[in-house]
Nanobody
């Protein structure tokens, strides 16, 4: 069974770049037809999809976040990474990585504050 684990700093200053890594165990991120995604949930709000990187390496981002988002991968480490630039306090959220067939990490809290 695949397991996902998010890691990264819990506190980021405004205007900086948020960077989170998802390490995948029990399955390769290159396995055909799987899509690996980042999703977040801000306080008092619903889930917001950020984007994905496909098994092929193709990426797709939410239009509302596209200008600030980059998702990449390191296949040698079986990891994929989220970078969100120019963050503001509105980017404070619990960030989740997941495989789009329903396997999720536990989530990691990221707070944007000076």
């Amino acid at each position: 069974q695949v397991q996902l684990q998010e890691s990264g700093p819990g506190l980021v200053k405004p205007s900086q770049t948020l960077s989170l890594t998802c390490t995948v165990h029990g399955g390769s991120i290159r396995t055909n037809y799987y899509y690996w995604s980042w999703i977040r949930q801000s306080p008092g709000k619903g889930l917001e999809w950020i984007g994905y990187i496909a098994y092929s390496g193709t990426t797709y981002y939410s239009p509302s976040l596209k200008s600030r988002t980059s998702i990449s991968r390191d296949t040698s480490k079986n990891q994929f990474t989220l970078q969100l630039s120019s963050v503001t306090p509105e980017d404070t959220a619990v960030y989740y990585c997941c495989r789009l067939d329903g396997s999720w990490g536990q989530g990691t809290q990221v707070t944007v504050s000076s």
